[in-house]
DNA sequence: GATGAATGAGTATTCATTCAT
DNA sequence: AATGAATGAATACTCATTCAT
């Protein structure tokens, strides 16, 4: 939020951390290396924060909030349920790939070392994902999706996600992500179920796999 | 597959490998610690495998053939399609848990260290998934289900699956999984939007979650 | 010797020992590898000797006989007192070629480790050294040599080769030797100083180094 | 030459590596033992030098500095050019024996193992042998020697030091030398063959070799 | 605010060697 | 005669961290 007030050393160090977490996880992530990356020397580090788990410990609040904090935005700025959802997916999508899908194994990582982390990170995930219980809670209560599980439909979606920016980056293919957004926003709302009302609306193409099936996508549907 | 011929060592490095890579990831996994688990000495170890990402490797096919052989054992034992979906997501679901969500994390790991693996494992990853494909593609051709992209919608299925083991073992939460399984098929089916022909058949609860959503789920749903 | 009596497999063992021992010396001998040159399991050496040390000391044996058994052989070929030396030059700096200058290296190694195998080395070494020391002082009782301490000559002579074969290692120059051979026993028998009775009886060119001295080499002096 | 300047640490490391590589070695060198040697932790060594090979270049590289800066000065201080011979053979006599004849050795077990430093020392070596090239090259222009290859006469006569260092260390005869002064000089000026020039200089005895010779060694010949 | 120096405990890996078969 | 399996001790090197300056 503030981060005027940060030095410029922290910021830095967080910076570089958060470079470095993305590339190797915790366990892979060495003080030495980190402090290469931001151009101090391995004391100076220890000046700022107490040790190396309070180093991530930053990057993860900080990538928290600011995902958090565009995925509020992003929705903010649509009217409908499911064209928030398009932004939802849209924006997680992209800081998600932008953070080489960091965030989900650090917290794995860490989890295993510490077990009273557990609790703060519950909380940060309870904030990370209720803008988008948010939305599906006031969809189902405008009558528009069924009511679902919303927090097990949060998951769902956001493994989507991850597991999508997964596959991108094992393979480096480096796509715009149009064709992923469409995709998971109509398996999202409709499922794979053949029925009248989903599918007379579908009408693009899709380049990304290599099985093409043509009435994939749903393309600003109101 | 001919497991026996195996020398009893091995298998018993493979099993301790397979249990601290779930614990700790790739860079997490000592050989100090491997040893002492399995019984051997270090050097011992050595004996039997080239080197550390030997090991890992070894322990990821062993365990992509074990998840593909059950899953595809499960969805033979179902005639319709969406049972066998339900199998499958059932399967895969349990054997992550087993597996402690090792796979995508290992793999994503060696990955950034190795970058002429990526190959090996998008093979692997293609028989893994391949299974799953053939499921959906048989339900479009059967017109049950509308022709989505089906190499995605299965990436999106595993990661469904991957997310919810991550969350349930982050949060220690030792439930069954029917409710998931519920929740997953009845998602990947009809996804959220309302509309008749989805509706009429739920009617089950849900513990997992705080917020209760009472109409979640299809219960063999034909 | 005889050894036409020793099993192959002991015979292939020395022989891989004597290949790494000159590329490695002693210390960066292993046993593993040792063990994949000659073709066998590595408990099999064992079988064949006590450990790593006899082996070492087996290989300089049957090398330094070898040696000794050459120079004899060629000094014997040769009437002359210059002659001989000429050709025990030129055996010894083959054969010291052939052997990588393993040997000298791999005593001095060994020595630092085993106070108690010096006597065992220094008898070793007489042997090596006293057919030359047999020529240098026939030479001095005919009056052909002036009475230089012998011993000491020896080893300057031996120093002088092997100083020329590690020269010619590092930089992997490949020559016959022939020029060596020539400056060797010209310096050997006249020196450098600048009097009557040497320099009448120079006449070839020197390739070898950068700058050419044509007056260079003694051929066949009588 | 700036020695004051490096730290007492660093000073330490070498100096004790410079030890423990004339008695074991390069393969044999041991980064505990070296700790253990110098006083210091071994991850403090690691502040200092990259690696072992660092550590050991570090040393090659100070030693033939203060070899050729000792060979210079020593031959600086006489006039005449076989008495700068003698101070030359004097000096690196000695300076190779407080060396334990390693740098020879070293260089070559290096060489074994990194092929790309061939040239590197290749370098060292040049300036190494330089001066007393310089000297040779001199006594020929003022028509003191004959015209002999100065370069092959230079290794000739180095390795005649290195072979009589390495004998000595050997026997752990601690003798002062001089009579190797004096018996190499002769040798290197008037070779072994009987001629009149030469013989009626030569006037002291031998103590080092039990043959004694009585008439070797040229004590200031002008 | 920043760092060079230092370290104990750790890393993956290799060592020479033994022994039951 | 030959070896697969096993190991304790060593290898070079890195770790996260501390502290005096």
Redesign the interface.
């Known amino acids: 939020m503030l981060e005027g007030l940060i030095s410029p050393s922290k910021t830095s160090i967080l910076d570089a951390a958060e470079k470095l977490l993305g ?6 992530l060495s003080m030495r290396e980190l402090a290469e990356e931001c151009g101090l020397a391995k004391a100076t580090i220890y000046h700022y924060f107490h040790d190396k788990q309070a180093i991530v410990l930053s990057v993860l609040e900080r990538d928290m909030s600011r995902i958090r904090a565009s995925t509020v935005a992003a929705a903010a700025q649509e009217e409908n349920c499911i064209e928030k959802l398009r932004a939802v997916i849209q924006t997680h999508y992209v800081m998600t790939r932008e953070r080489h ?1 960091m965030i ?2 650090v ?3 860490i ?3 510490e077990p009273h982390l ?1 609790e703060l ?2 909380k940060h ?1 309870a904030a990370y994902y209720s803008p988008v219980v948010k939305i ?1 809670e006031d ?1 189902i209560a405008q ?11 949060v ?2 979606l ?7 920016v ?2 991108c ?4 293919e480096a796509e715009s992500g149009d ?2 957004v469409d ?2 926003l ?14 007379e609306t ?1 009408n693009s193409e ?1 380049v ?9 996508s749903v393309k600003h549907a109101a």
């Open positions: 590339k190797y996880g915790y366990a892979g899908a989900i194994n917290i794995r990582e989890n295993g070392l557990q990170k519950r995930m599906i969809g009558g528009l999706f069924r009511p679902v599980n919303v927090e097990m439909t998951f769902s956001f493994g989507m996600i991850h597991s999508f997964a596959h980056m094992l393979t480096d064709d992923f995709h998971t109509s398996l999202l709302l409709y499922g794979i179920n053949q029925d009248g009302a989903s599918t579908l899709d990304v796999f290599s099985q093409s099936h043509p009435h994939e």
